[in-house]
Nanobody, 120 residues
Framework: QVQLVESGGGLVQAGGSLRLSCAAS????????MVWFRQSPGKEREFVARITWSSGTTVYANSVKGRFTISRDNAKNTVYLQMNSLKPEDTAVYYC?????????????WGQGTQVTVSS
């Protein structure tokens, strides 16, 4: 039983910054990696970034590379998504998900989602 609790979403003007947090809790929580996705109304879910708990290896979508930074605090079981130079097209509901193994693209836990709105 695992819960992912997200926070940090909100309204921001283009060019601004925002930091999202996703705190994982649960007995014997163990997963290879944490992943951020986002989804806008009428559009498919989009991969944003991934980080492994052990090595901290990161992967980014090309659309956010150079602007977003994913990080983790292992002691707090928390992952972060620092979003800089935000654009209106970044507007979406952002979801945190747990990836049991990076050998497969399967995600067994999801956060509730947090709304990020970027105004022009």
């Amino acid at each position: 039983q695992v819960q992912l609790v997200e926070s940090g979403g909100g309204l921001v003007q283009a060019g601004g910054s925002l930091r999202l947090s996703c705190a994982a809790s649960g007995r014997s929580f163990s997963t290879d990696a944490m992943v951020w996705f986002r989804q806008s109304p009428g559009k498919e879910r989009e991969f944003v970034a991934r980080i492994t708990w052990s090595s901290g290896t990161t992967v980014y979508a090309n659309s956010v590379k150079g602007r977003f930074t994913i990080s983790r605090d292992n002691a707090k079981n928390t992952v972060y998504l620092q979003m800089n130079s935000l654009k209106p097209e970044d507007t979406a509901v952002y979801y945190c998900a747990a990836q049991p193994t990076i050998l497969t693209t399967r995600y067994n836990y999801w956060g509730q989602g947090t709304q990020v709105t970027v105004s022009s």
